[in-house]
Structure formats: C-alpha cells, structure tokens
C-alpha cells in the first residue's frame, strides 16, 4: 500500500493524459467513513484566483505521479469543465 502525504496532493498540478496542463488541486474531500479520498477538486483557469473555475474529479479518475510530483487526469479539460460550481 502506497500512502501520499497532503501535501504532496493539495497544490499539486494535474495535466491530462497527452501531457497538458488542466490545473492544480485545490482541495479533497474524504470518506468519513472509509478515510478515503473520494475526490480532488481541481481549480482552472484564472489568473491570482480571479476568474477559475473548480471541478470536482473522482479520485478514481486521477493518478499521482510521484515521479513528476503531479497528478494526470483521464479526463480532458473539456471533459473536466462540466459540470462547475464556483
């Protein structure tokens, strides 16, 4: 079992699966009941926090490169910016 550090998430950058840059996570929400992450949101866009958007993404759809200190997505921006709540 690997386990990942807060830190080494919250702020992380997530780039899709071709690479690109989708945004950086800003937040997790957690299973009381199991202690596991269900989701990251993901802040994009914006510049200095105006103007981004935050999508909440399954933790089942992102991966942490350890590697690269990232997370890659299996979904794409456009996937990813629908639905948002801001």
Sequence with gaps: ????????????KVYDMRGEKIGHVEDVGVDDASNEIVYATVECGGFLGLGSTHHPVPWSDLEYDEGQQRCVSRLTKQELQAPSYD
């Design 1 to 12: 079992m690997s386990v990942l550090s807060a830190r080494h998430i919250l702020g992380a």
